[in-house]
T-cell receptor, first 116, second 114 residues
Framework: NAGVTQTPKFQVLKTGQSMTLQCAQD?????MSWYRQDPGMGLRLIHY???????DQGEVPNGYNVSRSTTEDFPLRLLSAAPSQTSVYFC???????????????FGPGTRLLVL | DAKTTQPTSMDCAEGRAANLPCNHS???????VYWYRQIHSQGPQYIIH???NNETNEMASLIITEDRKSSTLILPHATLRDTAVYYC???????????????FGKGTLLTVNP
């Protein structure tokens, strides 16, 4: 298994440009999520999905859209990039918890985004 | 989810045990204690979790106090590759939706010195 993969690894955008950060997992996990991490900060949840066709907002959803058309993929779209969106973006996935078993989350390697 | 308090940084000598404390005095009965770590420039990595009892796996041990208000992550023989930020997270038992999310604080930067 490749686990959780993210593309691109690095991206530079100009203010106002749009782009999509890709996230894919091959573990058949139902739950997927996007976090952003700013320097010296912990991770903050942007959006998450508990299954194909179902998405919801996290702590910092403004300026981002997501969709979940398949179990494997969970792309994050920046509609009109702003310098405040300069960050490292991590995608994560896990099985849903069942029978009281707490499933762990697996994180991708991250996408480093710079918005000028 | 309950809030956690961790020291900002700690040092440890290579080969020695690293003991990382975490306070979670407002933890509720349904909340598990999770530990993740993040090596520089990488995504977070799961280490261990527990509810009441002490837990051990191939990476670490987790000691939870009887009142569950604090815990300690133990790396028995720290190596240079264990230098990372360690996050202690408390999280409710499965209830779906946004409870899948992990709330990361600033964690503890553990530096393992040669």
């Amino acid at each position: 298994n490749a686990g959780v993969t993210q593309t691109p690894k690095f991206q530079v955008l100009k203010t106002g440009q749009s782009m999509t950060l890709q996230c894919a997992q091959d573990m058949n996990h139902e739950y997927m999520s996007w976090y952003r991490q700013d320097p010296g900060m912990g991770l903050r949840l942007i959006h998450y999905s508990v299954g194909a066709g179902i998405t919801d907002q996290g702590e910092v959803p403004n300026g981002y859209n997501v969709s979940r058309s398949t179990t494997e993929d969970f792309p994050l779209r920046l509609l009109s990039a702003a310098p405040s969106q300069t960050s490292v973006y991590f995608c994560a996935s896990s099985y849903p918890e069942a029978g009281g078993k707490q499933e762990t989350q697996y994180f991708g390697p991250g996408t480093r985004l710079l918005v000028l | 989810d309950a809030k956690t308090t961790q020291p900002t940084s700690m040092d440890c000598a290579e080969g020695r045990a690293a003991n990382l404390p975490c306070n979670h005095s407002t933890i509720s009965g349904n909340e598990y204690v999770y530990w993740y770590r993040q090596i520089h420039s990488q995504g977070p990595q799961y280490i261990i979790h527990g509810l009441k009892n002490n837990e051990t796996n191939e990476m670490a041990s987790l000691i939870i106090t009887e009142d569950r208000k604090s815990s300690t992550l133990i790396l028995p023989h720290a190596t240079l590759r264990d230098t990372a930020v360690y996050y202690c997270i408390v999280r409710e038992l499965n209830s779906g939706g946004s409870n899948y999310k992990l709330t990361f604080g600033k964690g503890t930067l553990l530096t393992v010195n040669p």
